[in-house]
């Protein structure tokens, strides 16, 4: 259990460090957005408590310094400049180095690297919170003296925060040490003083080691607010009591924080949340006690003989004073206590993601087969109940399948981050903007997908985007722009990175084709065929090499990592004008709808969203098959492939043949098949190492009856068709 709580917090430390990140970005722009300066200092604030309270001391040491850093910049005492965001976006990598290595147990011990590192950036740090004061102070002892502490709904007669502290039984269990928190109090304050309680303790006979039976009632000095208090114990407050009192001095400011609140018509216990005297948990928990309560029949509850309001329950049980609940009751006036819904979200495991996945293709496999068994017997009941299920199934399937699908957004957002570096290294002035960030995508394609992507920008913003004098020479504004674009077109998604920068130039290109014996002195290439030997191994035609690009390595890695996704890419340019490289791609690679069709006895499927009708190959048109591969397709040309010779199929013409018509990249084109099946749910199968090079194969699905069907590859067969020749 102990390696779950640390995952969990390697899980939000990771989401929690992009947030810092997207912030600090953000801040570039706008250096006085109190909004984004509080959201950077609540990241690395739970980024520093959530290591305390599991034990990871790494995280914890170095991003306090951090959170001290960004205290001092929420204050108005220290000024957002471009070098302090230099310096936090590294801070902020060197923290997800430290999460990385608690996430496999090596953060014990740094590295000789990754101390330098550390030391330099704290010495940076130091300087800049003025020589570091505060760094190295001892924690105050736990002090012994006890000061009077009133509770059960009394406030507080002291400057100290009191805290009844019960926690779970299973705390020991779950891998937590219970000491931990306290000792996390103590960097938060001062521990006044601490009582332990045994009265839950069991007899000998009854006791279970693994269990936990203590109780605390801790008094404690500290400037943060309820709030953060309240957060040390956010690992272990599911089956725990926790109470928080604050300070008497704490009281009044709560009231004229209510007081100030704006006129919204929020409930009771959202008046006290938003005021700082109550917390959301505690909320929640007195809500559900009401709820118990409302449950039980008059007869039960006779002695109260009514429900009892949200105030009442949170001054009984100790968790804001009288007084502050009677000012938000004020400041509340008539407006009825109503709870909205709240939208939530959990996590899941990927693996178990994937594995519902597996087993809802399963699932279809099986449904056809009974769809084709209730055919195969002519049962109408039989094949009522399995339309049925084959409807229940699909909606399973789409469910499913949208479960795994997840914006795009989350792919571009990293790349905010990449141009600015490159912008602070070359020199640069380039803005990054993002279109189509919600189109969804499968979350396999969106993992798989982002180095070509990072790959792609970095090229164009150190060689598509030139300097901004020698832009301004041009004629072009000075800042450069490269887009990020997303969307949906013929069941795929189109991706494409563009820049306004220098383009690509045809000469350069043809003479580094000549070199390298890719290309001959008087072979013509169309734009698409030149541009296409960028993605060839070690093609490259920058004139020096740094530290981003220019090695010609990667590229020919793009096309591969996009072509193993079922994918393609393409290069349009105009030099001095820019390039744009689109790459299409598949939305899922899970579960597709397809069409079935038949060719020599072989079973094929094509993707369903790219199908836009079928006609019947007219005899006048196979006569003139040999002088032509085209069909007038009421007054359009439809050029077409004829799948029999793609793949080389022996067996004799069939009397009648049909052309399914396809739509891929705006552009028609017809597959000459000899039967139409119909539509089918195709599980995605991939193929063994000896076939998954075929060209025009994409992958293949299992049918009803146990056969395997092939699953087309259109994108490749369509670009293939003015080479092909057959080889049969």
Not at 342 to 363: A, F, H, M, P, Y
Not at 608 to 623: A, G
Request: glycine share 8%; with cysteine; charged share 30%.
């Amino acid at each position: 259990m102990e390696v779950d709580v640390r995952q969990t917090f390697v899980i939000e430390a990771t989401e929690l460090l992009q947030d810092m990140e997207s912030a600090l970005l953000r801040l570039e722009g706008a250096p006085d957005d109190e909004e984004t300066i509080n959201a950077l200092f609540r990241a690395a604030h739970t980024i520093k408590g959530s290591a305390g309270i599991v034990g990871v001391e790494s995280v914890e040491r170095f991003t306090h310094k951090v959170e001290s850093l960004m205290e001092k910049v929420r204050q108005g005492e220290i000024r957002i400049t471009g070098d302090l965001i230099g310096l936090l976006l590294k801070c902020r990598d060197h923290i997800a180095n430290l999460v990385d290595l608690a996430s496999s147990g090596d953060d014990k011990v740094l590295s000789p690297g990754m101390q330098s590192v550390e030391r330099s950036l704290l010495d940076q740090l130091s300087l800049n919170l003025g020589g570091g004061k505060g760094e190295g102070k001892e924690q105050p002892a736990v002090k012994e003296e006890k000061e009077e502490v009133l509770v059960a709904g009394k406030e507080v007669e002291t400057e100290n925060w009191h805290i009844s502290l019960r926690l779970s039984r299973n705390v020991l269990r779950d891998g937590m040490d219970p000491i931990s928190f306290i000792i996390y109090l103590s960097k938060l304050g001062e521990i006044v003083h601490i009582a332990t309680l045994y009265d839950a303790i069991p007899a000998s006979d009854k006791m279970d080691p693994e269990e936990f039976y203590l109780g605390f009632e801790i008094d404690f000095r500290s400037s943060f607010d309820k709030k953060t208090i309240d957060d040390v114990f956010e690992f272990v407050r599911e089956d725990s009591s926790i109470r928080i009192l604050p300070p008497k001095s704490s009281i009044e400011s709560y009231i004229q924080l209510i007081r100030d609140l704006p006129e919204d018509p929020l409930r009771l216990g959202d008046l006290l949340v938003k005021g700082g005297a109550l917390t959301s948990s505690e909320l929640e928990e007195a809500l559900q006690q009401q709820n118990k309560i409302a449950m039980l029949s008059e007869t039960e509850r006779a002695e109260e003989n009514k429900v009892p309001a949200i105030g009442e329950i949170l001054v009984n049980e100790g968790l804001v004073s009288s007084e502050i609940v009677d000012a938000a009751l004020e400041k509340q006036k008539k407006v009825r206590d109503i709870r909205a819904q709240e939208s939530r979200t959990i996590r899941v495991d990927t693996n178990k993601l994937d594995q519902l996945v597996n087993l809802v293709g399963e699932l279809v496999i099986a449904n056809a087969n009974i769809g084709q068994q209730a055919h195969r017997i002519q049962d109408s009941g039989l094949s009522e109940s399995a339309s049925g299920i084959s409807r229940l199934v699909e909606d399973i399937r789409d469910k499913a399948m949208q479960v795994r699908m997840m914006p795009i957004n989350e792919v571009f957002s990293r790349f905010q981050r990449v141009v600015r570096d490159i912008c602070h290294d070359t020199g640069k002035d380039i803005e990054l903007l993002i279109c189509g960030g919600e189109t969804e995508v499968d979350k396999t394609i969106v993992e798989k997908i982002s180095d070509p992507l990072m790959h792609l920008v970095r090229n164009s913003a150190d060689h598509g985007i030139e300097q901004p004098d020698i832009r301004i020479a041009k004629g072009k504004p000075g800042k450069g722009a490269i887009r990020l674009n997303a969307y949906n077109d013929a069941g795929s998604i189109v991706i494409e990175v563009s820049d306004d920068g220098g383009g690509l130039s045809r000469e350069k290109i043809l003479k580094k084709a000549f070199e390298r014996g890719l290309a001959g002195q008087d072979q013509i290439f169309s734009d698409g065929e030149l541009f296409g030997l960028i993605f060839e191994p070690g093609f490259s035609t920058a004139e020096q090499v740094t530290k981003v690009s220019g090695r010609g390595v990667g590229m020919d890695v793009v096309r591969r990592n996009i072509e193993a996704l079922r994918g393609t890419v393409d290069v349009e340019s105009r030099e001095n004008s820019g390039t744009t490289v689109r790459i299409r791609l598949p939305l899922t690679l899970a579960i597709i709808d397809g069409f079935m069709v038949g060719v020599g006895g072989a079973s094929y499927v094509i993707p369903l969203d790219i199908v836009v009708e079928c006609i019947e190959l007219s005899e006048q048109d196979r006569q003139a098959e040999g002088r032509r591969n085209y069909v007038n397709l009421r007054g359009e040309v439809l050029p077409y492939i004829r799948l029999r010779d793609v793949f080389c199929t022996m067996n004799s013409r069939t009397a009648y043949e049909n052309i399914v018509v396809v739509r891929y990249a705006g552009q028609k084109t017809g597959l000459v098949v000899d039967e139409l099946f119909g539509e089918v749910q195709a599980v995605i199968k991939t193929l063994g190492r000896f076939y998954r090079d075929v060209e025009g194969i994409s992958g293949a699905t299992i049918m009803g009856d146990g056969t395997v069907a092939l699953i087309l590859d259109i994108p490749k067969l369509v670009q293939s068709a003015g080479k092909r020749r057959s080889e049969c």
